[in-house]
């Protein structure tokens, strides 16, 4: 999309205003599908849970990773009739409810659907034992993020010694566990923790078909780093990494799946806001827009990213600071962007802007959040 295109559709719409192009999210999921042909990518809804994007990578040929049953409702009601046409087997082939902590009411609606759905723990194998009989089990494990953007090691996943016994219990009681899962943590660049946790995984599986327990699915969680920048490594050096462990430590019949969120959405996205103020704070010029890291730029403070702040206009730059809307001292977007001199009225832009941003934005201080447009989505 270019720099015009997104100056007509700010002058169209309003701003602030982010603009998604599905030929991006298309050619994304195609590059994982080309690089990881035995992984089934489950898009990670939480990333961005527009409709159009699940309906957009549905097509494509992606299943989904939900984690609450609104976002479990969100993929039913946008792909049912899409399924149905298909004659899919909807449910088990097309979403895995992959948060391991669930509320009783919601495994209780869930039961009915008989999904697969994720645990790490014992009261957790005894809520879904009385709630959601029906479900099948894939047990989170605990393994390394280091380097990784956001951790989740510390809140999620079991640890591998105790695995096993995780395992036996879930059958003991009745249930059936399907396989095992892991997350090496958000924007992972650093790719040996995949390795870590690949033969953590093969370990654990082999322990319990030893013990009479076959696990048939490996989910190999997100983490697939997005291109933020020149210093994160190619998608394909990962995949490289990903698909020798694979063939390495699995046999063929396993079933891999995988869960990309940001990698899929993040590069589709540029946002667009309009200069409201200007000010010079101990010598450095200050623009304040009509966005906010509560609500596009939301990633900042949730997702530890950073987006840098372009302008339109053309021209020599200082080093300036750039704040949100909001009546906050917290709401600083930058306080570093190379901008030309602007004015009050004039557009500035951000890229790659798609992932965990205008998704987790808010109503803070009564300011709305920003309209979305969605381009080339048929």
């Known amino acids: 999309m270019t720099r015009q295109q997104l100056r007509s559709i700010a002058k169209r719409h309003g701003t602030p205003v982010v603009v998604i192009d599905h030929d991006v999210i298309r050619r994304n999921y195609a590059e994982f599908r080309r690089h990881l042909p035995k992984v089934q990518a489950y898009y990670a809804v939480k990333a961005n849970p527009a409709p159009e994007i699940v309906r957009t990578l549905y097509r494509a040929g992606a299943s989904f990773d939900v984690a609450s049953l609104p976002e479990f409702m969100l993929v039913y009601e946008n792909i049912r009739g899409m399924a149905a046409r298909a004659r899919q087997d909807f449910i088990w082939d097309k979403i895995i409810y992959a948060n391991p902590t669930k509320p009783r009411e919601t495994l209780e609606a869930l039961d009915r659907y008989k999904p697969l759905v994720t645990f790490d723990n014992a009261n957790e194998l005894a809520k879904i034992r009385r709630y959601a009989p029906r479900a099948g089990l894939v047990l989170r494990l605990r393994v390394p993020n280091t380097g990784s953007m956001v951790?989740?090691?510390?809140?999620?996943?079991?640890?591998?010694?105790?695995?096993?016994d995780l395992v036996a219990a879930a059958f003991r009681a009745g249930l059936v566990v399907e396989g095992l899962s892991f997350h090496v943590g958000s924007q992972c660049t650093n790719f040996e923790n995949f390795v870590q946790a690949l033969n953590m995984a093969a370990a654990v599986m082999r322990e319990s078909r030893s013990r009479g327990h076959e696990l048939k699915i490996l989910d190999i969680g997100g983490g697939f780093p997005a291109p933020y920048n020149r210093h994160v490594k190619p998608f394909s050096a990962l995949a490289k990494k990903i698909n020798a462990e694979i063939g390495r430590l699995f046999p063929p019949s396993i079933e891999i799946i995988a869960e990309p969120g940001r990698f899929l959405v993040a590069t589709a996205a540029k946002s667009v806001a309009r200069v409201i103020g200007k000010a010079v704070?101990?010598?450095?010029?200050?623009?304040?827009?009509?966005?906010?890291?509560?609500?596009?730029?939301?990633?900042?403070?949730?997702?530890?990213?950073?987006y840098p702040v372009r302008a339109f206009k053309r021209g020599g730059t200082e080093i300036s600071a750039v704040f949100g809307q909001t009546c906050d001292g917290l709401d600083v977007i930058s306080r570093a962007e190379e901008l030309p001199d602007l004015a009050i009225g004039d557009l500035v832009y951000s890229e790659n802007i798609g992932a965990y941003s205008n998704a987790s934005a808010t109503w803070f201080n009564g300011f709305p959040p920003a309209r979305v447009v969605h381009v080339n989505a048929r």
């Open 151 to 164: 951790e989740l090691s510390s809140k999620f996943g079991c640890d591998a010694g105790e695995a096993v």
């Open 281 to 306: 704070r101990d010598g450095k010029t200050c623009y304040y827009i009509d966005d906010s890291v509560y609500h596009t730029y939301s990633g900042t403070i949730f997702d530890h990213c950073q």
